[in-house]
């Protein structure tokens, strides 16, 4: 089933731009701007300088329109880094709406006793219903709350959650009785014991984690937020300090330009993107249908050591198909494939359906159409695990090896050296072998196997190339899974695995340091999927699941786990990325400034002032307004995120020091030499 990924809203689409604007101002509150130490900084002397400008313009001391202007400069500032987090909130706000249609006050019928499930049912709205009560839900009717299936089977279209129009098959028991509210029964029955009080419910819990109401600064964000404050800090105390040296050396430095100096040399640049892009993380996940109960999980998935993998519907498809027919001495290729699909007509298993299609595709061989008189038919069933057909004188029978074998009345050690070593070779090589029989006489053997997924080698690939290493979790014995994961590519394997022995191998990979990810969808798994650093946990999956993890497919498809961790990894990079250009771009305004600043006083700096901008007020201006700009210029990149690509630390830093660096240091002296020009043409300072 291919997942379905919702389209993205535009970057400059016009209902986000514009409620993005109203948002910028609105988050002037100093209350909110607390959080932000570089920005709420930057308010604060942006009110200054306005005070300057206030008192400028009635002493009349023929400056006011110099401060007006950097005041004014200030606070685009502010309001364009208000601006992108407004933007990365309001793509969230979109999905969130888009979420919030599916939950609607649905009519229930709720059992009057819920312990007796045949009684009398009540209507009632789905607000009404609580924790605990049970619901019937028929074909054509829409589950009105989350809950869990304790009676019956239902095909359920749950594209008005995931957007995937292909039903799925949801039943009592099991990993698939989880059902969700706002999805609609499209066939047969189902009676669900509802899991969710109101307010409560998954798509509640979703729309509040999509609006970002509940996201959280992350560790990464907390140190990244400390590093700001310092050199903040920093920046401040050197400001400060050149007052007294200039009226020493006899500069004439104002009240507002120190403070423009101040905003131009801090860390604003990231500072002001910083949340943009943690929101962004997340709305990037919910793009992929993948809902992350905090930005905590995303970052670190980008940081992930090690991925543990179910083999059966990740690495595999999950069905074993019959791959090829190994006749013994004397019979033909095609004469046992002739038999296997004569005795695998009544065989409905998808494995039997495989060797159908694997006998009518590549040998083009077409179903016999017996006289039913004079047929019998031998159905596949659980307890046989045989099938066959009784016709023109002939039992055709297919089956598991040992199954065969009793029918046959004859043992293994019995039976022809050339059948014995195609069987052992198909289970040395990890697949399962079947025997097909005509009457006493044994054919050959039909190799049944596990398909690994086309490209899943090529992913692994690049996991590894990122430093992660992957481990298939399987229940197999230790020779199938050593077989399977050498043809898929991964680092490891965990054999016969049981969930103790998940949440011991996590235990033991986090005490080294690593940080371990993985998914699941059933109860068994919900201990692994707590104690991983990054949990996904299937829609599809039982509630125990959903709870533990801190990431919910929508999709329910395990392979999704790759690109959560690309997600994460590219999260991480663009905040690399742009800290990296913000402090190169400071370092190269305080070398572009301070030279214009005092060149008079010290003729000697004439050495360094390269850009020869028009005077001290030009520099200070044309840095303030590019300041401004430059925050507006990187919201696109801070919400579509730099270019993933998987390489080494040591690349990376290499690609970040080179382009962004080198770019944070080159740009700030055209940019603002370029605008010097545009303020002597027009005589603005």
Same mark, same amino acid.
């Given at each position: 089933?291919?997942?379905?990924?919702?389209?993205?809203?535009?970057?400059?689409?016009?209902?986000?731009?514009?409620?993005?604007?109203?948002?910028?101002?609105?988050?002037?509150?100093?209350?909110?701007?607390?959080?932000?130490?570089?920005?709420?900084?930057?308010?604060?002397?942006?009110?200054?300088?306005?005070?300057?400008?206030?008192?400028?313009?009635?002493?009349?001391?023929?400056?006011?329109?110099?401060?007006?202007?950097?005041?004014?400069?200030?606070?685009?500032?502010?309001?364009?880094?208000?601006?992108?987090?407004?933007?990365?909130?309001?793509?969230?706000?979109?999905?969130?709406?888009?979420?919030?249609?599916?939950?609607?006050?649905?009519?229930?019928?709720?059992?009057?006793?819920?312990?007796?499930?045949?009684?009398?049912?009540?209507?009632?709205?789905?607000?009404?219903?609580?924790?605990?009560?049970?619901?019937?839900?028929?074909?054509?009717?829409?589950?009105?709350?989350?809950?869990?299936?304790?009676?019956?089977?239902?095909?359920?279209?749950?594209?008005?959650?995931?957007?995937?129009?292909?039903?799925?098959?949801?039943?009592?028991?099991?990993?698939?009785?989880?059902?969700?509210?706002?999805?609609?029964?499209?066939?047969?029955?189902?009676?669900?014991?509802?899991?969710?009080?109101?307010?409560?419910?998954?798509?509640?819990?979703?729309?509040?984690?999509?609006?970002?109401?509940?996201?959280?600064?992350?560790?990464?964000?907390?140190?990244?937020?400390?590093?700001?404050?310092?050199?903040?800090?920093?920046?401040?105390?050197?400001?400060?300090?050149?007052?007294?040296?200039?009226?020493?050396?006899?500069?004439?430095?104002?009240?507002?330009?120190?403070?423009?100096?101040?905003?131009?040399?801090?860390?604003?640049?990231?500072?002001?993107?910083?949340?943009?892009?943690?929101?962004?993380?997340?709305?990037?996940?919910?793009?992929?249908?993948?809902?992350?109960?905090?930005?905590?999980?995303?970052?670190?998935?980008?940081?992930?050591?090690?991925?543990?993998?179910?083999?059966?519907?990740?690495?595999?498809?999950?069905?074993?198909?019959?791959?090829?027919?190994?006749?013994?001495?004397?019979?033909?290729?095609?004469?046992?494939?002739?038999?296997?699909?004569?005795?695998?007509?009544?065989?409905?298993?998808?494995?039997?359906?495989?060797?159908?299609?694997?006998?009518?595709?590549?040998?083009?061989?077409?179903?016999?159409?017996?006289?039913?008189?004079?047929?019998?038919?031998?159905?596949?069933?659980?307890?046989?695990?045989?099938?066959?057909?009784?016709?023109?004188?002939?039992?055709?029978?297919?089956?598991?090896?040992?199954?065969?074998?009793?029918?046959?009345?004859?043992?293994?050690?019995?039976?022809?050296? !050339?059948?014995?070593?195609?069987?052992? *070779?198909?289970?040395? /090589? @990890? &697949?399962?072998?079947? #025997?097909? +029989?005509?009457? %006493?006489?044994?054919?050959?053997?039909?190799?049944?196997?596990?398909?690994?997924?086309?490209?899943?080698?090529?992913?692994?690939?690049?996991?590894?190339?990122?430093?992660?290493?992957?481990?298939?979790?399987?229940?197999?014995?230790?020779?199938?899974?050593?077989?399977?994961?050498?043809?898929?590519?991964?680092?490891?394997?965990?054999?016969?695995?049981?969930? !103790?022995?998940?949440?011991?191998?996590? *235990?033991?990979?986090? /005490? @080294? &340091?690593?940080?371990? #990810?993985? +998914?699941?969808? %059933?109860?068994?798994?919900?201990?692994?999927?707590?104690?991983?650093?990054?949990?996904?946990?299937?829609?599809?999956?039982?509630?125990?699941?959903?709870?533990?993890?801190?990431?919910?497919?929508?999709?329910?498809?395990?392979?999704?786990?790759?690109?959560?961790?690309?997600?994460?990894?590219?999260?991480?990079?663009?905040?690399?990325?742009?800290?990296?250009?913000?402090?190169?771009?400071?370092?190269?305004?305080?070398?572009?400034?301070?030279?214009?600043?005092?060149?008079?006083?010290?003729?000697?700096?004439?050495?360094?002032?390269?850009?020869?901008?028009?005077?001290?007020?030009?520099?200070?201006?044309?840095?303030?307004?590019?300041?401004?700009?430059?925050?507006?210029?990187?919201?696109?990149?801070?919400?579509?995120?730099?270019?993933?690509?998987?390489?080494?630390?040591?690349?990376?830093?290499?690609?970040?020091?080179?382009?962004?660096?080198?770019?944070?240091?080159?740009?700030?002296?055209?940019?603002?030499?370029?605008?010097?020009?545009?303020?002597?043409?027009?005589?603005?300072?």
């Amino acid at each position: 089933m291919s997942s379905h990924k919702p389209q993205p809203q535009s970057l400059f689409d016009a209902r986000i731009i514009g409620a993005a604007a109203v948002d910028a101002v609105r988050k002037l509150d100093p209350r909110a701007l607390a959080k932000n130490p570089v920005i709420f900084v930057t308010e604060v002397v942006s009110a200054v300088v306005t005070l300057l400008f206030i008192r400028d313009l009635v002493t009349h001391n023929g400056v006011a329109a110099f401060s007006g202007q950097i005041a004014a400069w200030l606070w685009f500032t502010v309001l364009f880094a208000n601006f992108a987090e407004a933007v990365a909130e309001g793509r969230g706000k979109a999905q969130a709406d888009a979420l919030r249609r599916t939950r609607t006050d649905t009519p229930a019928r709720r059992y009057v006793d819920p312990e007796s499930l045949a009684g009398p049912v009540e209507r009632v709205g789905a607000l009404d219903l609580r924790l605990g009560d049970v619901i019937l839900v028929e074909a054509g009717e829409i589950i009105p709350s989350d809950g869990d299936i304790i009676e019956g089977v239902a095909s359920v279209n749950e594209s008005a959650i995931t957007g995937e129009s292909a039903p799925v098959i949801r039943e009592a028991g099991g990993d698939r009785s989880a059902v969700t509210g706002g999805t609609t029964v499209l066939s047969d029955f189902i009676k669900v014991k509802i899991t969710a009080s109101p307010g409560s419910t998954f798509i509640d819990r979703m729309i509040a984690l999509v609006e970002g109401a509940e996201r959280q600064k992350t560790p990464n964000e907390l140190a990244l937020s400390i590093l700001l404050s310092g050199l903040t800090l920093i920046f401040l105390i050197v400001c400060v300090t050149l007052w007294p040296i200039a009226k020493y050396s006899g500069t004439e430095l104002s009240a507002t330009v120190l403070i423009a100096l101040l905003v131009c040399l801090i860390p604003t640049t990231i500072g002001g993107l910083l949340s943009a892009i943690g929101i962004a993380g997340m709305d990037r996940l919910i793009r992929f249908n993948v809902i992350a109960t905090s930005g905590r999980s995303v970052e670190a998935a980008g940081d992930v050591d090690t991925l543990l993998l179910d083999k059966t519907g990740t690495i595999t498809f999950g069905n074993r198909m019959a791959t090829e027919f190994l006749p013994v001495r004397s019979v033909t290729t095609e004469d046992l494939a002739a038999a296997a699909l004569a005795s695998s007509l009544a065989d409905e298993t998808p494995e039997g359906r495989s060797i159908v299609a694997l006998a009518k595709g590549d040998y083009r061989l077409a179903e016999p159409t017996p006289d039913p008189a004079h047929t019998n038919i031998i159905p596949f069933t659980a307890q046989t695990r045989i099938s066959g057909v009784d016709i023109a004188g002939r039992s055709l029978r297919k089956g598991a090896i040992d199954s065969i074998l009793r029918y046959l009345k004859t043992t293994l050690d019995k039976t022809p050296l !050339e059948f014995r070593h195609e069987v052992e *070779r198909v289970a040395l /090589s @990890g &697949g399962t072998p079947l #025997a097909v +029989c005509d009457g %006493g006489r044994l054919l050959g053997v039909v190799h049944l196997k596990d398909v690994v997924k086309p490209r899943i080698k090529e992913r692994f690939a690049a996991l590894r190339a990122m430093g992660i290493r992957t481990v298939m979790v399987t229940g197999d014995n230790p020779t199938t899974a050593a077989a399977i994961a050498s043809e898929a590519g991964v680092d490891d394997f965990l054999a016969e695995a049981t969930p !103790e022995d998940k949440l011991v191998f996590i *235990r033991k990979e986090q /005490s @080294g &340091g690593r940080l371990i #990810a993985m +998914c699941g969808d %059933g109860t068994n798994d919900a201990p692994a999927l707590a104690q991983a650093d990054v949990g996904v946990a299937m829609q599809t999956g039982t509630q125990a699941a959903r709870e533990a993890g801190n990431m919910v497919d929508l999709d329910s498809n395990p392979t999704k786990l790759i690109e959560i961790v690309e997600i994460g990894k590219q999260l991480l990079m663009t905040r690399g990325s742009l800290t990296t250009f913000s402090i190169a771009n400071d370092v190269a305004k305080y070398f572009a400034i301070l030279p214009a600043m005092f060149v008079t006083t010290y003729p000697a700096l004439a050495a360094i002032n390269v850009m020869r901008l028009a005077s001290s007020q030009s520099a200070i201006l044309s840095a303030v307004i590019f300041n401004a700009l430059i925050i507006i210029a990187l919201i696109p990149l801070a919400l579509k995120g730099v270019a993933y690509r998987p390489i080494g630390a040591a690349a990376l830093l290499r690609r970040n020091l080179l382009i962004y660096g080198l770019g944070g240091l080159i740009l700030p002296f055209i940019g603002i030499k370029a605008i010097d020009l545009v303020v002597a043409v027009l005589h603005l300072a």
